[in-house]
């Protein structure tokens, strides 16, 4: 009889050189990139989504992007005029804290503005996060994306939904095969703070309100050792 992976012990040593090796690399590696490219910047990051920092380094393959460990990145660049790596650096150091992490590029800094705010892909929308837009299941008969695109393009929902319907709060029902409501039915306002049957009804009918946004906070200059603010974090 097989052994069961529950019974197998992991030693914590393992574990905390493999933690501690990944540490020092991540430190190499941006010291490496603060010898390399011209730009070092500080983004944050909305709706965090990996598939789409994923799709930036694609999109840009000779830059390199750095996200979390923020501890370790902050002692990379360095917080006082005595370890700060290069002139300077001590002053992008003090908005590594939170959602946020490091791209180094060697592209104009307009060009790097211009890409990051086009570069704004929709998707749908997680439990706790705040809604961009309302959205309401119109009256009559339920189709699939409720409204959303022409009727010509549209089709009823299946009839095998219509207890999950119910099951998410809609006061809906079968007539003759057809999933209808007798009421128009809110899922959400402008600004509310998405529960999770919220977000599976949005998710339903095809309606993606989260936008994923790398926004840039500073950048520091490697020609001039200067660092400048783009959109400063809140304290």
Request: overall charge positive; hydrophobic content about 35%.
């Amino acid at each position: 009889m097989p052994k069961s992976k529950r019974a197998r012990v992991v030693h914590l040593s393992k574990t905390e050189k493999k933690g501690k090796e990944l540490t020092l690399k991540l430190f190499a590696n941006v010291r490496e990139c603060l010898d390399r490219y011209s730009y070092c910047f500080v983004f944050a990051v909305e709706n965090m989504r990996n598939t789409y920092l994923k799709e930036v380094r694609t999109q840009l393959p000779d830059d390199r992007l750095f996200f979390g460990k923020t501890k370790v990145m902050a002692k990379a660049l360095g917080a006082t005029p005595e370890d700060e790596y290069q002139p300077n650096l001590r002053n992008l150091s003090k908005y590594l804290s939170g959602n946020v992490g490091l791209f180094f590029t060697s592209r104009d800094p307009t060009t790097v503005e211009s890409f990051f705010t086009n570069f704004a892909p929709s998707d749908y929308a997680r439990a706790g996060s705040l809604t961009s837009r309302s959205f309401s299941i119109p009256a009559g008969i339920v189709m699939s994306r409720a409204g959303e695109v022409p009727a010509d393009e549209d089709v009823p929902l299946a009839h095998s939904i219509e207890p999950t319907l119910r099951s998410l709060g809609v006061s809906s029902r079968l007539v003759k095969g057809k999933v209808v409501l007798e009421n128009e039915h809110e899922v959400c306002k402008d600004g509310d703070v998405l529960d999770p049957k919220q977000t599976r009804l949005l998710k339903m009918f095809g309606v993606q309100t989260a936008e994923f946004r790398v926004r840039l906070v500073a950048y520091w200059s490697a020609a001039t050792n200067e660092v400048k603010t783009i959109d400063a974090i809140e304290a």
